[in-house]
Nanobody, 124 residues
């Protein structure tokens, strides 16, 4: 599965962005997907995850109530709606396809396929 993330940019604190992750291949439609982020000097961290049907969703504690993950399998796309952005949300955001239900949503090593990342910068 090839993934391409987009939608990042520069936004003021309190603002919103919507990230998109477009995938090639029908296998994406049966794959759980996650969003991760990595800030300079920090490890890559889990942000949100979604099951293949969109029914099951998972969030990092730091984004609960502010971020929403969703997917449209007809368009092979997963979205991350980010509201009330904070300066600490500044990072490169990556989408990743898990392939199967095995492994933890929260662990990067559970995801074999990754997109190239999109930069999100929140100014305070």
């Amino acid at each position: 599965v090839q993934l391409q993330a987009s939608g990042g940019g520069l936004v003021q604190a309190g603002g919103s962005l919507r990230l998109s992750c477009v995938a090639s291949g029908r296998a994406f439609r049966t794959s759980p997907v996650g969003w991760f982020r990595q800030a300079p000097g920090k490890e890559r961290e889990f942000v949100a995850g979604i099951g293949y049907s969109g029914t099951s969703v998972y969030y990092a504690d730091t984004v609960i109530g502010r971020f929403t993950i969703s997917r449209d399998n007809a368009l092979n796309t997963v979205y991350l709606q980010m509201n009330n952005l904070k300066s600490e949300d500044t990072a490169v955001y990556y989408c990743a396809a898990k392939g199967t239900n095995s492994g933890s949503y929260y662990t990067p090593s559970s995801y074999p396929d990754w997109g190239q990342g999109t930069q999100v910068t929140v100014s305070s």
